[in-house]
């Protein structure tokens, strides 16, 4: 077998994007129900779990598959390409097993030891730790936890003694709140949670300021934040892509209100054409940022300040300029849009969904401006 990347081991078979066709069309089925019942169905996630697609980015040495970057951001697209919040749990839940290169190699090996072991976690609302004999005893709430109705284990964060400090605990250890009333990503099941006095022992705990890198791969050279927004933006590039070939498939069979066939229409083939080098434009920039840093990663041990703010800013522009595309695909449909059982009603409010969230804030686009300005870059989502 061919040495790897690292020189030190043999180097496993990747899983690449051509590997996952039926389950990005079991994903496609599901669809639906995944939106009506604000969860993705039981026997999805058996069958990803079997095929060890929640355990992506985990280290080799605990069990995971550790695949490089490039491989990684092409099977979300593909996924979020047949739902938007099975591809943003996708990609929620296999980045959080990054955490297993910062944990200690005993905690990582005792929550991977369960092939099914998939994760949550939510930032704090609010959130009081107090250190007890053998560990801590943790009260507060906290939001957003992507993918909690199908996840194993459970990673709150708060502040103690002046740093960030993780906790990991079994998903049944907390109470589970459904505060998930939303019109985009429904499926994700982002329900928040809460603890009362809870006991969470110690060696389940660790502070990432103080964690030494443990692993040698070049995947856990890249901030976690940075990754998100890669993978997020991957996700908004899938959604676009379904949604635009959607309105392509529409545009040759539709003629509203006794009208020309949409694909004969001048305005038609402007808005297809203007999506189209938008997509593409969007998606090749995501991919070379990606790219360059990957490969230097691979090839020197090291990340570049350029590469993590090039990657940044691509991943964000992909991000609000995947919504632009959507709109577009939107406002082909014409009145038929705005009716909850078409599917592109789902995808509209899925890719605003997206840009709401942290990685797609403007802010980052200042962060890199100040860098190519020549200023200090502020921020730590690079």
Same mark, same amino acid.
């Given at each position: +077998?061919?040495?790897?990347?690292?020189?030190?081991?043999?180097?496993?078979?990747?899983?690449?994007?051509?590997?996952? *066709?039926?389950?990005?069309?079991?994903?496609?089925?599901? @669809?639906?129900?995944? &939106?009506?019942?604000?969860?993705?169905?039981?026997?999805?996630?058996?069958?990803?779990?079997?095929?060890?697609?929640?355990?992506?980015?985990?280290?080799?040495?605990? /069990?995971?598959?550790?695949?490089?970057?490039?491989?990684?951001?092409?099977? #979300?697209?593909?996924?979020?390409?047949?739902?938007?919040? +099975?591809?943003?749990?996708?990609?929620?839940? &296999?980045?959080?097993?990054?955490?297993?290169?910062?944990?200690?190699?005993?905690?990582?090996?005792?929550?991977?030891?369960?092939?099914?072991?998939?994760?949550?976690?939510?930032?704090?609302?609010?959130?009081?730790?107090?250190?007890?004999?053998?560990?801590?005893?943790? #009260? /507060?709430?906290?939001?957003?936890?992507?993918? @909690?109705?199908?996840?194993?284990?459970?990673?709150?964060?708060?502040?103690?003694?002046?740093?960030?400090?993780?906790?990991? +605990?079994?998903?049944?250890?907390?109470?589970?709140?459904?505060?998930?009333?939303?019109?985009?990503?429904?499926?994700?099941?982002?329900?928040?949670?809460?603890? &009362?006095?809870?006991?969470?022992?110690?060696?389940?705990?660790?502070?990432?300021?103080?964690?030494?890198?443990?692993?040698?791969?070049?995947?856990?050279?890249? &901030?976690?934040?940075?990754?998100?927004?890669? /993978?997020?933006?991957?996700?908004?590039?899938?959604?676009?892509?379904?949604?635009?070939?959607?309105?392509?498939?529409?545009?040759?069979?539709?003629?509203?209100?006794?009208?020309?066939?949409?694909?004969?229409?001048?305005?038609?083939?402007?808005?297809?054409?203007?999506?189209?080098?938008?997509?593409?434009?969007?998606?090749?920039?995501?991919?070379?940022?990606?790219?360059?840093?990957?490969?230097?990663?691979?090839?020197?041990?090291?990340?570049?300040?350029?590469?993590?703010?090039?990657?940044?800013?691509?991943?964000?522009?992909?991000?609000?300029?995947?919504?632009?595309?959507?709109?577009?695909?939107?406002?082909?449909?014409? *009145?038929?849009?705005?009716?909850?059982?078409?599917?592109?009603?789902?995808?509209?409010?899925?890719?605003?969904?997206? #840009?709401?969230?942290?990685?797609?804030?403007?802010?980052?686009?200042?962060?890199?401006?100040?860098?190519?300005?020549?200023?200090?870059?502020?921020?730590?989502?690079?």
């Amino acid at each position: +077998m061919a040495e790897d990347q690292r020189g030190n081991e043999p180097q496993q078979r990747t899983i690449t994007v051509d590997d996952i *066709a039926g389950v990005v069309a079991r994903v496609a089925d599901a @669809s639906q129900s995944i &939106n009506d019942d604000r969860q993705i169905p039981h026997q999805l996630i058996d069958s990803m779990v079997s095929q060890g697609l929640f355990r992506l980015l985990v280290p080799r040495s605990v /069990g995971g598959k550790e695949i490089g970057l490039l491989d990684y951001l092409a099977i #979300t697209q593909a996924i979020s390409s047949a739902d938007a919040s +099975m591809g943003w749990s996708f990609n929620q839940n &296999n980045i959080l097993g990054t955490m297993a290169s910062l944990m200690s190699e005993s905690l990582a090996k005792e929550i991977w030891a369960d092939t099914s072991t998939i994760l949550s976690n939510g930032p704090p609302q609010h959130a009081s730790i107090e250190a007890v004999d053998g560990g801590y005893s943790i #009260t /507060g709430h906290w939001n957003f936890s992507s993918g @909690s109705r199908h996840s194993t284990w459970v990673v709150a964060i708060g502040k103690h003694a002046g740093q960030i400090l993780s906790l990991i +605990m079994p998903h049944a250890d907390v109470e589970w709140i459904d505060s998930w009333q939303v019109g985009g990503l429904r499926g994700t099941g982002s329900f928040s949670f809460e603890a &009362n006095a809870l006991f969470v022992p110690a060696h389940r705990t660790w502070i990432e300021a103080q964690a030494v890198r443990r692993e040698k791969g070049p995947l856990y050279l890249i &901030n976690r934040r940075l990754l998100f927004g890669a /993978g997020f933006a991957s996700v908004a590039l899938g959604v676009a892509r379904s949604a635009l070939d959607e309105a392509i498939k529409t545009s040759l069979v539709k003629s509203p209100q006794e009208q020309a066939l949409l694909r004969d229409q001048v305005q038609t083939q402007r808005d297809i054409g203007a999506a189209e080098a938008l997509w593409g434009s969007s998606d090749a920039y995501l991919k070379e940022k990606a790219r360059t840093l990957w490969e230097h990663a691979c090839a020197h041990d090291e990340l570049r300040l350029s590469d993590r703010i090039g990657l940044r800013l691509a991943s964000t522009w992909a991000i609000r300029k995947a919504a632009e595309v959507v709109d577009i695909a939107y406002s082909v449909f014409g *009145a038929t849009s705005i009716f909850e059982d078409q599917p592109i009603q789902r995808k509209f409010q899925d890719a605003h969904a997206i #840009t709401q969230q942290l990685q797609g804030r403007f802010e980052h686009y200042e962060t890199a401006g100040q860098f190519y300005l020549g200023l200090e870059p502020q921020g730590n989502a690079f």
